[in-house]
Nanobody
Framework: QVQLVESGGGLGQAGDSLRLSCEAS????????MGWFRQVPGKERELVAA????????HYADAVKGRFTISRDNAKNTEFLQMNSLIPEDTAVYYC?????????????????WGQGTQVTVSS
């Protein structure tokens, strides 16, 4: 069993940067693909970014390409989401996720473990 705990969310203004962290415990996540999803009330949870276990392949939603960067430190069992040039449309609850493989996370959004979520609010 893996427990995922996000941190780093909060309030920001348009143009600001925030960095989300997700620390895993229970077992190593080094063999899992990792991702970040976000959700706003009344809408489906959407994939923001994903990274494979080797850190060699990444995927980004069109809405965040060029602004967000996903990374991971397998030795520290942690993944990150660096969010730059924030816009109000980035306001959402952000969830850390772990999946069996990269394709499952990106194509099918099949996630084995979820974090509890962290709120990011961006004002104009």
């Amino acid at each position: 069993q893996v427990q995922l705990v996000e941190s780093g969310g909060g309030l920001g203004q348009a143009g600001d940067s925030l960095r989300l962290s997700c620390e895993a415990s229970g077992r190593t996540i080094s063999s899992y693909a990792m991702g970040w999803f976000r959700q706003v009330p009344g809408k489906e949870r959407e994939l923001v970014a994903a990274i494979d276990w080797l850190r060699s392949t990444t995927h980004y939603a069109d809405a965040v390409k060029g602004r967000f960067t996903i990374s991971r430190d397998n030795a520290k069992n942690t993944e990150f989401l660096q969010m730059n040039s924030l816009i109000p449309e980035d306001t959402a609850v952000y969830y850390c996720a772990a999946g069996r493989d990269f394709a499952s996370v990106v194509v099918s959004h099949r996630v084995v473990y979820w974090g509890q979520g962290t709120q990011v609010t961006v004002s104009s």
